[in-house]
């Protein structure tokens, strides 16, 4: 049974961290050598190239992007977990463009960082196969449906809201031309009415004045008939 550890390189500037994670990961069963900055740890990895790196991506001098690349250049082999502050996400993306195997927002403890290298290590994600047919959905009522497009069958709210208000003025005018009629036969029988009456009337004045007429030549008779006698 070998008795060889994994060895890691733990890169970051702030101290407190650095010891504090790489207790966790001797703890674990690591050996782990520590580094303060890019030539720290490039001197590190020239005299013996670890198999793991944990990289802090802001570091004073040159950057975690820089030491990505050196760390790689020195042993294309080395999976690295770059750690990033937030606000550095896009600087993290581009530590990964250049090979590195994963990256963490800080901060993040030693069972996280093993995790991201466990994810970096995986297989791609098979791509879902374009030949599956896809489910055939039931077409809603009132529509008709051809291939993947559906056309519905039903007029569009628009042109309902237009055939609706059409609907409506000419409802309204209908309304109002039998108001009109209605108001024209009013008037006539009115005017029927008052015509009726006027020759009532006259009629009767007429009545009147024959009869006066009568009575005062009935007088006149009888007064000639006195003086005679």
Same mark, same amino acid.
């Given at each position: 049974?070998?008795?060889?550890?994994? *060895?890691?390189?733990?890169?970051? &500037?702030?101290?407190?961290?650095?010891?504090?994670?790489?207790? =966790?990961?001797?703890?674990?069963?690591?050996?782990?050598?520590?580094?303060? &900055?890019?030539?720290?740890?490039?001197?590190?990895?020239?005299?013996?190239?670890?198999?793991l790196a944990? !990289?802090?991506?802001?570091?004073?001098?040159?950057?975690?992007?820089?030491?990505? $690349?050196?760390?790689?250049?020195?042993?294309?082999?080395? $999976?690295?977990?770059?750690?990033?502050?937030?606000?550095? %996400?896009? #600087?993290? %993306?581009?530590? !990964?463009?250049? +090979?590195?195997?994963?990256?963490?927002? $800080?901060? =993040?403890?030693? &069972?996280? %960082?093993?995790?991201?290298?466990?994810?970096?290590?995986?297989?791609?994600?098979?791509?879902?196969?374009?030949t599956t =047919?896809?489910?055939?959905?039931?077409?809603?009522?009132? /529509?008709?449906? #051809?291939?993947?497009?559906r056309t519905?069958?039903?007029? /569009?709210?628009?042109?309902?809201?237009?055939?609706?208000?059409?609907?409506?003025?000419?409802?309204?005018?209908?309304?109002?031309?039998?108001?009109?009629?209605?108001?024209?036969?009013?008037?006539?029988?009115?005017?029927?009415?008052?015509?009726?009456? @006027?020759?009532? @009337?006259?009629?009767? /004045?007429? *009545?009147?004045?024959?009869? =006066?007429?009568?009575? +005062?030549?009935?007088?006149?008779?009888?007064?000639?008939?006195?003086?005679?006698?």
């Open positions: 049974m070998s008795d060889t550890k994994p *060895s890691m390189l733990l890169c970051d &500037d702030d101290e407190v961290f650095r010891t504090r994670t790489a207790r =966790a990961f001797i703890e674990r069963g690591f050996e782990v050598t520590t580094a303060h &900055d890019f030539d720290s740890a490039v001197a590190v990895a020239r005299g013996e190239s670890p198999e944990v !990289v802090d991506l802001k570091m004073p001098g040159h950057s975690g992007l820089e030491l990505v $690349k050196a760390l790689l250049e020195i042993d294309p082999q080395t $999976k690295i977990v770059v750690l990033t502050g937030y606000g550095s %996400i896009a #600087t993290a %993306i581009d530590a !990964v463009r250049l +090979g590195a195997t994963y990256y963490l927002a $800080k901060p =993040a403890d030693a &069972d996280e %960082i093993l995790a991201a290298f466990a994810r970096g290590q995986a297989p791609p994600l098979e791509p879902p196969d374009s =047919a896809r489910p055939a959905w039931p077409a809603p009522s009132g /529509s008709t449906s #051809t291939g993947c497009c519905a069958a039903a007029t /569009s709210p628009r042109r309902r809201a237009g055939s609706a208000s059409t609907a409506g003025r000419s409802s309204a005018s209908s309304r109002s031309t039998r108001r009109t009629a209605e108001v024209q036969r009013v008037g006539r029988r009115r005017a029927g009415g008052h015509s009726r009456q @006027a020759t009532a @009337a006259v009629a009767m /004045s007429a *009545s009147i004045a024959r009869s =006066a007429a009568s009575t +005062g030549t009935t007088t006149a008779r009888s007064t000639s008939i006195r003086q005679s006698r």
